[in-house]
């Protein structure tokens, strides 16, 4: 059992929690992930690590995309989650770059400020480029600008920051600013406009990919991409790889195989949670 010891609602559909486990917590690196079951008849599903605390405490932040992201958006603090297992996947080897840039998307850019942290820590020049839908949507805004010099924030519909897309926006700045290492961690379409913005300059870009996963081993199967021609797994081989080598448009096609299934389950489940409030009205 891993206690969860705070929670926060950074918006409408975004949920932040804090899980006491000093293992885990003093094993993770920014890119590693766990795998988490809420009770025993619950799926198992990855998430990214955001954060780790004093070497006791992880931190997940989580979209309430389907029903057990809402199940476990719906815990309350010192509630438990029966199974978390981790750190999953392979750390990002920063090497030795001198300046960075970190673009960012949505929910990508609580997972982002993890890696632009430990960049910053080791005295890397770190810029953030992190696009929303509009200013009502900005998560994560503080946290940023604690690890990086310069943060340039994108919306949608120019409410704030820059009007347009992040891949925009770096296009911009790469015509007055050098980088040697660029990191994106967002939505599919993103990351993939970010690396054909890139590839322009032949400047090394990581891509996080979040592809369909189960077990986390590289047993199943569910998380193949093609990359290089070949087949990687996304839990053993990445979740992070050379941008310029991944087939986003099959991997875009994937990851959209269960979405009606997934929408069925989540209004499933919503059902039950309103039949349950009318029950003790």
Known sequence: ???????????????????????????TKAGQFIILQIDEKGERIPLTVNDT??????????????K??????????????????????????FADYKKTAVVVGGLGCAIGYFSAKQLYERGTSVDIIAGFRDEKAIIFEKEML??????????DDGSRGFHGFVSNQLDELLKIKEYDFVLTIGPLLMMKAVNQVTQKKKIKTLASLNPLMLDGS????????????KTKFACVDGPDFE???????????RNRFYNKQEIAAKDHYCRLLQLEDENHA
């Open 1 to 27: 059992m891993t206690k969860i010891i705070d929670r926060r609602q950074l918006a409408d559909d975004i949920v932040s929690l804090d899980l006491y486990h000093p293992l885990i917590a003093s094993k």
């Open 53 to 66: 605390i004093d070497n006791k405490i992880i931190r997940i932040v989580f979209q309430t995309v389907g």
């Open 68 to 93: 057990t992201t809402l199940q476990l958006a719906n815990l309350k603090i010192n509630e438990n989650i029966k199974d978390v297992v981790g750190p999953l996947g392979r750390a990002i080897n």
């Open 146 to 155: 604690e690890v990086c010099e310069n943060l340039y924030l994108c919306s």
């Open 218 to 229: 590289g047993m199943c199967g569910c998380c193949r991409i093609t990359y290089d021609g």
């Open 243 to 253: 941008a310029d080598k991944i087939d986003f448009d099959e991997l875009i096609i």
